[in-house]
């Protein structure tokens, strides 16, 4: 009759259970989540690839820094944010772009007013004048969807006059020439780029000039700029911008995205993309592939080494070719709520045969599941969370959950072994949840609980104990 009735922990992981294994592989999609555990992540991530073998496992960065990721990891090695938080505070130049950070990251606007207390100038690119571009000495309106052909325009004034960081161009990049000869076209002078834009000529030359000869430049972002259709290409062209300028490996430089939810960082890192393992080792290569089957022992193998559908495919599968995606399991994620067009997006989920939801409270997606299972939040469970900075963070269990609720990665471990598969999900703790991680994860290997619940903690990569972890990415190479 459509309602919900109460049940069992057993009840529910036997119904779960015998659904799931009704399905092909690919016929299920699995959703991560930003807000939850680097544990409860890894777990669900684990129990998609290894118990129900789908390829078909993303969450929500999809809709806000998957193009963060992408862009970074093509031009550097590693798509994530350069240098940390406190290191914005030697900046002698910040350009912030695509994020309003003194309402969004205010701990992060701390830092900046640091630095221009220290003398640094700030530009502020954005469409909408907000309380950060109160504090900018140079505040740069402009139309939306032009973010390409501004940092093309600032590269070509800034080769024009023979500002770029020649050293760091012959020594740490690759196809220089091809991309100068691009933005070197007249498309880009800062005559063109002001029609195009709408920023004056004379605002792009001063900034140019400020990005070039600060001595260190940082550039922040956010959704602002991944949220578009052409995301990657924005991220690519400030990693370009900062290569050509040789604001790279060093203290107050880099390019610094502004993460949203707490642990999104984290959620990639987990490998809940449908692309990536943990610590971005690619689906698709197969040495990586046979490490995690290795490592995992399932005994009737995992996933394919192929990459998944995206979040966004998902939904377009699911009413373009019904019967292709059949079942969803959704963790800590309310696509009928932060999804774009929820009318897509319902429609979308009333064609499933099957849905999950496994989240702290009934939203409007677990409103329309066949199962809902009560988890655990953040302060009711043990665990770790990685921060925009690739910080590691300690997070400590301070009460009891309410009634029956349990944390995300027990609530995996109870229903693998309902599957058949507790040898593969032996964990009795979060704490051996995360040892797992760093011992399949490089770039987690030499971190333990004892050294992320130090105050000061470790940001990644962190390959040895002895290493003491790396604050500043690509000092001397890229990744």
């Known amino acids: 009759d459509g309602k919900f009735v109460e049940a069992s922990w057993d009840e529910a992981y036997d119904l779960i259970a015998q659904k799931l294994k009704s399905y092909k592989p690919d016929e299920m999609g699995v959703f991560a989540s930003a807000r939850t555990s680097n544990e409860d992540n890894y777990a669900i991530m684990k129990f998609a690839r290894g118990v129900l073998k789908t390829r078909h496992i993303d969450h929500c960065a999809r809709l806000c820094h998957a193009s963060t990721v992408a862009g970074l990891a093509t031009t550097f090695g590693s798509g994530a944010m350069t240098n940390s938080i406190d290191d914005i505070a030697e900046s002698k130049c910040l350009f912030i772009t695509g994020s309003n950070t003194f309402e969004q990251h205010p701990l992060i606007g701390r830092k900046v007013m ?11 690119a954005d469409p909408r004048f907000t309380p950060t571009g109160k504090q900018a000495d140079l505040y740069m309106a402009f139309k939306s969807g032009t973010d390409v052909a501004i940092f093309n325009g600032l590269m070509q004034e800034i ?116 692309v990536v393992f943990t610590g971005y080792q690619k689906v698709i290569d197969e040495a990586a592939h046979k490490k995690f089957a290795d490592a995992w022992g399932f005994p009737d193998g995992i996933a394919p080494a192929q990459n998944g559908y995206e979040v966004t495919t998902m939904m377009d599968v699911l009413t373009d070719n019904p019967g292709e995606v059949k079942a969803l399991y959704i963790m800590g994620e309310n696509p009928m709520l932060s999804d774009p067009d929820i009318k897509h997006v319902e429609e979308a989920i009333k ?129």
């Open 114 to 124: 640091h630095a221009k207390k220290n003398g640094a100038k700030i530009i502020y």
């Open 351 to 479: 064609k499933l045969e099957f849905l999950v939801v496994q989240d702290i409270f009934m939203t409007e997606t677990a409103e329309m599941a066949h199962v809902v299972l009560p988890a655990a939040c953040y302060a009711e469970k043990d665990g770790t969370q990685t921060n925009t900075e690739r910080r590691v963070q300690r997070l400590r269990k301070a009460q009891e959950p309410p009634g029956q609720a349990k944390g995300d990665w027990e609530i995996f471990a109870e229903l693998a072994a309902k599957m058949g598969y507790a040898k593969q999900f032996p964990w009795k703790s979060s704490e051996e949840v995360f040892n797992e991680i760093a011992k399949v994860t490089p770039s987690y290997g030499g971190m333990n609980y004892e050294r992320v619940s130090t105050p000061e903690s470790v940001h990644w990569p962190c390959p040895a104990l002895d290493h003491p972890g790396t604050p500043i990415l690509h000092i001397g190479k890229f990744s």
């Open 159 to 274: 080769i024009k006059n023979g500002w770029e960081d020649k050293e760091f161009i012959a020594n740490r990049t690759k196809d220089y020439e091809a991309m100068k000869e691009v933005v070197m076209k007249p498309d880009y002078s800062l005559e063109n780029v002001e029609k195009i834009s709408g920023i004056p000529a004379e605002q792009l030359k001063t900034a140019a000039e400020w990005i070039a000869k600060s001595g260190a430049t940082a550039i922040l972002y956010s959704m602002g700029i991944t949220q578009h259709t052409v995301g990657v290409d924005n991220v690519k062209s400030i990693a370009n911008l900062q290569m050509l300028t040789g604001n790279l490996g060093k203290r107050g430089a880099g390019v610094n995205a502004l993460r949203g939810q707490n642990n999104v960082q984290g959620a990639c890192d987990m490998g809940c993309l449908p």
